[in-house]
T-cell receptor
Framework: DSGVTQTPKHLITATGQRVTLRCSPR?????VYWYQQSLDQGLQFLIH???????AKGNILERFSAQQFPDLHSELNLSSLELGDSALYFC?????????????????FGPGTRLTVL | AQSVTQLDSHVSVSEGTPVLLRCNYS??????LFWYVQHPNKGLQLLLK??????LVKGINGFEAEFKKSETSFHLTKPSAHMSDAAEYFC???????????FGKGTRLSVIA
């Protein structure tokens, strides 16, 4: 158990709908990262938040958005869903994204939310 | 830009035989490198990491990896495979400064009894 929780575990919805995925980071972790894992694209970084502020964006569609709340939990909002959005969505957390050039803060992954769009 | 290439999409070994999962990286600098494992219906777990210290890195469950700058490789090995090692393995790179992780496509390891 990594200490990162994600809800729900599974989500089945229809095209055109909107869903919200939730992530609670490990206690003390300020950074939250969202990743998408699909058969076509593999694992891809979507977005990174640090202490409530957006830090970096990856291959995130305009239909997707995220935020990190004062209690540090994060939500990923997916709207106007398409069949191709079906994937496993992971959240990861780390203590601090910054540091020296040779500093790495391990990212701990949650169990993921499996989204199926029908 | 950096990229990570996992040379095999699927590796099958017999229980008790050695495991070799190959990974090459492409970068203009030496990134931090990691191997993560994903068991079916589970999240990703860090196996080991290389962050410019010792080039031979030991991880959990008997896995180790060697960073070879001249070959831009970071292959994952284990002397003796166990049935519980069957999973998807990802080679991952991280640029200094903690930009997001860059994942390889993954290698599925099957272990045959």
């Amino acid at each position: 158990d990594s200490g990162v929780t994600q809800t729900p575990k599974h989500l089945i919805t229809a095209t055109g709908q909107r869903v919200t995925l939730r992530c609670s980071p490990r206690s003390g972790d300020l950074s939250v990262y969202w990743y998408q894992q699909s058969l076509d694209q593999g694992l891809q970084f979507l977005i990174h938040y640090y202490n409530g502020e957006e830090r970096a964006k990856g291959n995130i569609l305009e239909r997707f958005s995220a935020q990190q709340f004062p209690d540090l939990h994060s939500e990923l909002n997916l709207s106007s869903l398409e069949l191709g959005d079906s994937a496993l969505y992971f959240c990861a957390s780390s203590v601090d994204p910054s540091g020296g050039e040779f500093t790495y803060n391990e990212q701990f992954f949650g169990p993921g939310t499996r989204l199926t769009v029908l | 830009a950096q990229s990570v290439t996992q040379l095999d999409s699927h590796v099958s070994v017999s229980e008790g035989t050695p495991v070799l999962l190959r990974c090459n990286y492409s970068s203009s600098y030496s990134p931090s490198l990691f191997w993560y494992v994903q068991h079916p219906n589970k999240g990703l777990q860090l196996l080991l990491k290389y962050t410019s210290a010792a080039t031979l890195v030991k991880g959990i469950n008997g896995f180790e990896a060697e960073f070879k700058k001249s070959e831009t490789s970071f292959h994952l090995t284990k002397p003796s495979a166990h049935m519980s090692d069957a999973a998807e393995y990802f080679c991952v790179a991280l640029k200094p400064g903690n930009t997001p992780l860059v994942f390889g496509k993954g290698t599925r390891l099957s272990v045959i009894a």
